[in-house]
């Protein structure tokens, strides 16, 4: 059977709820709306986000403002040297029945929620690390033989100090691009540093934020997003755009063919059109158009491309080059 196309309302429904989500983190998250746009993106969109900026930008404030105004069950992993996989994941417990029987027993861990923000995550171990892979990508954890279910919605969020080097451990490439987004905080402004003052002086308001939505609102609208229309133009676009991170592939005289050492996955393609596809219903349409893909390009490619050796002693970094990449990838269409 061919299941029912949704209605105009469906759509100006999900884009009312997702405008007002918008507007209330903008109120707690002062000075920081691009951001908030692209982690609301990734959530609807199904996706892990890794987040990396300074201390004391509000990264942790970010994840618990999401988490309490979607009404989701949200865990936080702080990560150290000698975190090991099942403080993440969870592990048995011998556990002593009533009635004298004993038996091992799973307790979950906090991967077991919602929303996950693993703080620092640069700072576990790879060993830790890899235990989030299969978490992240198939949506479960494997104990002893046993499968067991992640539930439904489940987002990452993991943050990363970008000048920490002492004791840290550089996320693989493999892991990286589990992410569906990699975030970057920018210092505030002086008019958002005088902002902050006014709403999270004396309190986080996170700690106080009432929920809009709850976890079937999440998942009615990702499956909404999965059926905004994605046009051949798109498509095609879509493809020249991961085709122009390739070395091998590239336009002769691009950047992408010049400085890129190893370029974006398939993974990465996938990723562009469904977090376009969110961006779609938050501007109101139920097609994907070019200006979407363009607003999460770089998001979506900045952790997943990486510069030859000489271009990187030359002073070059991944961001000029995504931004050349990306300006000669739209004058192209």
Known sequence: MTATPPTENAYADAHRQIQDLRALLDRVIVGQSELVTHLITAVFA????????????????????L?????LHWARVQCTPDLMPADVTGGEI???????ASTFEFRPGPVFAQLVLVDEINRATPRTQAALLEAMQERQVTHAGITHRLPVPFCVLATQNPIELEGTYPLPEAQLDRFMFKLKVPFPTRESLRGMLDVSLDAE????????AGPDDVLRITELCRTVLLGERCKDAAVDLIMAT?????????????????GASPRALQS???AARV???????????????????????????LLRLESELDGLDVESTLASIIDGWRLRL
């Open 46 to 65: 199904g996706g892990h986000v890794l987040i990396e900026g300074l201390p004391g930008l509000g990264k942790t404030h970010l994840a618990k403002a």
């Open 246 to 262: 390739q070395p091998a592939v590239g336009s002769a005289n691009s950047d992408g063919r010049r400085h890129i050492r190893y």
């Open 94 to 100: 011998y556990v002593t029945a009533a009635g004298g």
């Open 279 to 305: 961006r779609a219903l938050m501007a109101g349409r139920a097609h994907v158009d070019i200006d979407d893909l363009a607003a999460i390009a770089l998001p979506v490619l900045r952790h997943r491309i």
């Open 67 to 71: 988490a309490a105004a979607l009404g």
């Open 272 to 274: 562009v059109v469904r």
């Open 205 to 212: 308001p996170s700690d106080t934020l009432r929920a809009i």
